[in-house]
């Protein structure tokens, strides 16, 4: 009887551990993914997300076929969707990758505690993130809620493991399963189509981001400390949509540049995709409550939809606010040192919920996740775990003299942005201390 391989935020065959076991059963393998957008509380994949999953899942599609196996296609709520599958095709086991987000964990569960009452073999594995949540803990066996020594607790509990090697063969089931087809899910955008931007910079899939990583470590590695924060630099990894959807395993990631000079700092920016993971994991509401509930008192004022409007298509007058809007919306990404200037303007000088500019993020990055997205949203805010004060405010203009001296960055993506401001800096900026004493005054 076939094994199943329920592929997820894993689109890859190098280091999938749940790929592994199943071809270790030594059965034939049915490949699946489902599209699930029926079950309680998983969140609607963003635009750009759906784009960058649609090629991924083409070419994992593509790479199965070579080796043996047929990607099979499924949408609808997944838990059902599995155990019909199961019952259709008579497999034995079912194995995945685990997923750490709240509706997840529940739909996972749930359909392993189904299937071993039928009698079906099911084991999940470890392959998203370097350390499972439980098992980074305070002396005291809580949640670390500060990044430091979470970080330093990570690194001093047993390596990571080595990456698996990539299966050669992975012999498919017979009868194919049934299987939708990839365009009929009609993921990409058509009328209009925005995707052009997002087509020029990236190519999704495995074998493109291992050339990925190749390059970074080869090249940019190196320098990445001393250049990361200058928007201009191109010194970052890019690796974040790669690692979002698994085309490749941090276990890959971090053996391949570990002890490489200069790579600790690249390493602990994976410690901060860590943290926000565990944190999501302990917080599943990350995306909707604020960490720090004294914040749910934030007096935010009525929106006012014309600066919202302003500040998602980069016309504030704010030149690196600008430059970034317009970066993300063309191509799907923006530098994390412009991502935090441009989410601190949106709530400390609009004054606008952080929840709004997560929406936002969340429609247009190809990077988007559950656990990064929202926690970075609320680092920003100050309502998060190990938050940047709110007091500390970004001030987007000594930003761009200090990251983009000479304005590249900006002329790359603003020249034709509106020059004047939608809002004072200096005004703003205290009606925004006013509204926290607030909050302080409240606790
Ligand atoms: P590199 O500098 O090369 O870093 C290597 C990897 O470390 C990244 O690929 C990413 O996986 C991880 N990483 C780096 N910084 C962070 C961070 N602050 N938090 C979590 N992981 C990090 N990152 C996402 O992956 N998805 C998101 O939805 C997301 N939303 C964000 C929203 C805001 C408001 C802010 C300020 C940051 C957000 N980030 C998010 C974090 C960061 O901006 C991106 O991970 C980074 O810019 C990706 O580029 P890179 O791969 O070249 O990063």
Redesign the pocket.
């Known amino acids: 009887s076939p094994s199943i391989v329920w592929f997820r935020d894993d689109l890859r065959l190098a280091d999938n551990p749940a790929l592994r076991a199943a071809l270790d059963l030594g059965e034939p393998i049915i490949a699946l993914f489902v599209l699930d957008e029926e079950s309680d509380g998983i969140r609607a994949l963003g635009g750009a997300s759906l784009w960058w999953l649609h090629h991924s899942l083409a070419s994992l599609a593509e790479r199965l076929r070579e080796r043996g196996a047929e990607l099979i296609l499924r949408r609808g709520a997944a838990g059902r969707i599995v155990r019909d599958l199961v019952a259709d095709s008579g497999a034995g086991a079912v194995f995945w990758n685990r997923r750490y987000g709240g509706p997840e964990r529940d739909v996972d569960a749930g359909v392993k505690s189904a299937l071993r009452e039928e009698g079906v073999t099911v084991a999940s594995f470890a392959a998203s993130l370097l350390h499972e949540p439980w098992t980074v803990t305070t002396g005291s066996g809580t949640h670390y809620s500060v990044f430091t020594p979470f970080w330093r607790a990570c690194l001093a509990l047993p390596a990571p493991r080595a990456p698996l090697p990539e299966p050669r063969e992975i012999p498919g089931a017979t009868p194919v399963p049934a299987s939708d087809a990839l365009d009929d899910w009609e993921l990409l955008p058509t009328a209009p189509d925005w995707a052009a931007g997002l087509r020029e910079t990236w190519e999704p899939g495995e074998p493109a981001a291992r050339r990925r990583l190749k390059e ?1 470590l080869d090249t ?1 590695l190196p320098g ?1 400390d001393s250049a ?1 924060d200058e928007p201009s630099a191109g ?10 959807w698994g085309e490749l395993s ?1 276990f890959t ?1 971090w053996h391949e540049a570990v002890g490489v000079d200069g790579a600790g700092r ?1 390493l602990s ?8 993971w565990h944190t999501l994991y302990h917080a599943p509401d990350l995306a909707t409550k604020n960490l720090r509930r004294d914040f749910d008192a934030f007096p935010w004022p009525p929106l006012d939809p014309s600066r919202l409007d302003a500040w998602q298509h980069g016309e504030t007058g704010i030149p690196l606010v600008d430059a970034g809007m317009r970066e993300l919306w063309h191509t799907g ?5 412009v ?2 200037v ?2 601190s303007f949106l709530i400390k000088n609009l004054l606008i919920d952080w929840r709004l ?2 929406e936002w ?2 429609d247009t ?1 190809v ?3 559950d ?7 609320q ?2 805010a100050g309502s998060g775990a190990d938050a940047a004060p709110y007091f500390r405010v970004f001030n987007p203009e000594l930003q761009a003299k200090k990251f983009d001296p000479q304005g590249v960055y900006i002329s790359q993506w603003a020249s034709d942005a509106p020059t004047e401001p939608i809002v004072d800096l200096g005004e703003t900026r205290k009606a925004a201390l006013a509204a926290y004493d607030e909050v302080k005054r409240g606790s």
Not at 235 to 244: E, G, I, Q
Not at 333 to 337: C, K, S, T
């Open positions: 970074f940019d990445y990361r010194a970052t990894s890019l690796l974040s949509p790669r690692l979002r941090p990631v690249f920016e994976l410690g901060w995709r860590e943290f926000a990404y923006m530098h994390n040192r991502r935090m441009t989410a500019g997560e993020f969340w990055l990077d988007a996740d656990a990064s997205n929202p926690f970075n949203w680092w920003v």
